[in-house]
């Protein structure tokens, strides 16, 4: 009896083991690809050899790649969205329903084995669901070989080739890519047009082109020695081949591979101190050429400001391309405009490298979750700028604010907790993901204090890196660095339109005191910081904590002294709190000074005696 309790206490034990493992495990991929790309045809040709990792605890019966070119046809889901919406992208337009056959993007399966054998497979408009010859087991792995031919679009959206600025082609999204799964299952989304997601793993990309095209992209180049175009070491020569060149690329743990290339293109690098080498391609000419030697300073100070303010970048190497077509952003590079005024150049440089921190190392999943990608590189970019140009950090964010507020103006917001492609409108997405995710990030500075926000935001980097992070995992290591709880600022910013409003109801003086009135308008409760100035020059800060936060922030400002209050439960619509003076004392009374809170009506925020000589009174009667 005493041996069956031992028994049964190990296999208990052992349950429990298996359930406290990390539920996040990660599949991975292994990509082993050799391409050629015809210049004259415009068509690639393909041998891919995919490692698969089955990391997970289910049984896989079926895969799905993505066949990302397939979205530029017409009557593609893409094409069918974009007529459609109200308010279009303009660069996308119905462009994709006037493509002729040999101007669509397509990427053809030629023949695709699982471990040797033959599997079947159907293609559903930018997605590919294969069925597999045998299952894949839990930490099993297989192998699959395909060929396939690919026509690279007319440049429409990211992808394509020969675009306004003329780049020749801008390759990203350019090969069958398998698809994520996780706990939550497959993400086999249709290409409507916004955000990805991807499986971590190790590229291994041989690209063959016409020996006058440069190439920058994604990875580490092998074959520097035989390639050229300012890759070799200093002062070294390459003889350029007469025939078409071979170029090797290796990236290491990434989820992406994207590259661009033009024959005009010129090739400059610069070391960031203690970073990266950065590598810029762009094209000579007096409409390029000026602001991108002088925006090369600035990359470098904004790695260094990254670097500093949220994380240390990981890979050896970062590239700047002239992409021709607005900004984005993939694992070891971006492609962005090469034109334009040398501050709008850099400010969209610093958006796209953010997204290094947030898209490349994080990597969360952008299609459900674009405001943890898009909002936290915006907000590091408006912070960056904010100290490259001299300008002051606490009014970096407000043209954030400023979408926000037009956006409810309009009559427009829709919670941010929906996958990107589902908005009514453009507009609403675009605020949501951006504005609304950088002024997510400001107001919990405002909750948790400026140490501990920055504190924070380094502590998730380095903790969920290279991981998939969710917005609870960001959640609870900001609340283990504050000490505070917000699972209700999380709910009501993500999950509803709920607005924040407080107003100041009443200031009234009774034998010597002054009773200072307060009120929730809006149904969205915030911690508040209610600022006193006198007379005399000296200030007061009040600090009232909301209940849901189960504590304080700490003091942000040592120059004025702060006086904690009871916390103010968010059923109440209404708080008084007394002032030990009279109010002829008082110069001016203020919610929120610093404008971090996203209140919707400032006007009724403040109280200047300088103006209402008499005690401010509830004037709603």
């Known amino acids: 009896m005493l041996k069956l309790h031992i028994v049964s206490l190990f296999l208990f034990t052992l349950v429990l083991s298996s359930f406290s493992q990390d539920f996040r495990w990660q599949q991975r991929v292994e990509y082993n690809m050799d391409v050629r790309l015809d210049v004259t045809t415009h068509k690639v040709t393909g041998i891919q050899k995919l490692t698969y990792y089955n990391n997970s605890r289910d049984t896989l019966t079926k895969v799905f790649y993505h066949l990302y070119w397939n979205a530029f046809q017409p009557g593609s889901m893409m094409d069918v969205r974009s007529i459609n919406i109200t308010d279009p992208d303009a660069r996308v337009g119905d462009r994709i329903s006037k493509l002729k056959d040999d101007e669509i993007g397509y990427q053809h399966i030629q023949s695709l084995k699982q471990d040797g054998k033959d599997v079947s497979y159907k293609v559903d408009g930018t997605v590919l669901e294969v069925i597999l010859s045998k299952p894949i087991l839990p930490n099993g792995k297989t192998i699959f070989d395909m060929k396939f031919e690919s026509q690279v679009p007319v440049q429409i959206r990211r992808s394509g080739r020969n675009n306004k600025e003329g780049i020749a082609y801008s390759m990203t999204q350019w090969y069958p890519k398998m698809a994520e799964y996780d706990f939550q299952g497959w993400h086999a989304y249709q290409y409507v047009g916004r955000e990805f997601h991807s499986v971590w793993g190790d590229f291994d990309v041989k690209i063959t082109i016409d020996p006058t095209h440069v190439i920058g992209g994604t990875g580490m180049l092998q074959n520097a020695d035989k390639i050229g ?61 000026p602001n991108w030697k002088k925006m090369q300073e600035y990359a470098v100070k904004h790695f260094q400001f990254m670097n500093k303010t949220f994380g240390k970048y990981p890979y050896e190497s970062y590239s700047i391309v002239q992409g021709g077509d607005g900004g984005m952003e993939y694992p070891m590079c971006t492609l962005i405009m090469g034109e334009g005024s040398l501050t709008g150049l850099v400010g969209l440089m610093a958006h796209e490298v953010s997204h290094s921190w947030y898209q490349a190392v994080l990597a969360s999943n952008e299609a459900l979750y674009p405001w943890m990608d898009e909002g936290f590189t915006d907000f590091a970019r408006q912070e960056s700028m904010a100290s490259m140009f001299d300008s002051p950090i606490q009014s970096s964010h407000q043209s954030s604010y400023a979408s926000y507020f037009g956006l409810l103006s309009r009559g427009l917001q829709e919670p941010i907790s929906q996958h990107a492609d589902h908005y009514t409108t453009n507009l609403a997405y675009k605020v949501a993901a951006y504005a609304m995710g950088a002024i997510f990030l400001e107001q919990l500075k405002y909750i948790v204090g400026e140490e501990n926000f920055y504190k924070g935001m380094r502590k998730y980097y380095y903790s969920w890196k290279f991981k998939h992070p969710e917005p609870n995992d960001f959640r609870r290591v900001m609340e283990k660095t504050s000490g505070m709880d917000l699972g209700w600022y999380m709910s009501y910013w993500i999950n509803t339109n709920k607005t924040i409003d407080y107003g100041i109801k009443n200031v009234v003086e009774s034998e010597g005191s002054t009773f200072i009135s307060l009120e929730r308008v809006g149904e969205f409760p915030m911690p508040v910081d209610l600022v006193i100035t006198y007379k005399d020059g000296s200030k007061e800060m009040y600090y009232i904590p909301t209940n849901e936060t189960l504590g304080n922030k700490p003091v942000e400002d040592k120059t004025i002294q702060r006086v904690d209050l009871d916390a103010w439960p968010w059923v109440y619509p209404t708080y008084t709190l007394n002032i030990q003076r009279k109010s002829e004392a008082i110069a001016s009374i203020e919610i929120d000074p610093s404008q971090r809170m996203a209140d919707v009506e400032r006007k009724n925020n403040v109280v200047d005696f300088s103006k209402d000589l008499k005690p401010y009174s509830d004037n709603t009667k």
């Open 229 to 289: 175009h300012g890759y070799e070491k200093q002062g070294s020569t390459v003889k350029q081949p007469s025939g078409d060149l071979t170029w090797h690329f290796i990236a290491k743990n990434v989820i992406d591979f994207a590259w661009a290339s033009d024959p005009d293109f010129a090739h400059d690098r610069l070391k960031v101190p203690d970073g990266p080498e950065l590598h810029f391609f762009y094209q000579k000419n007096e409409k390029t050429t």
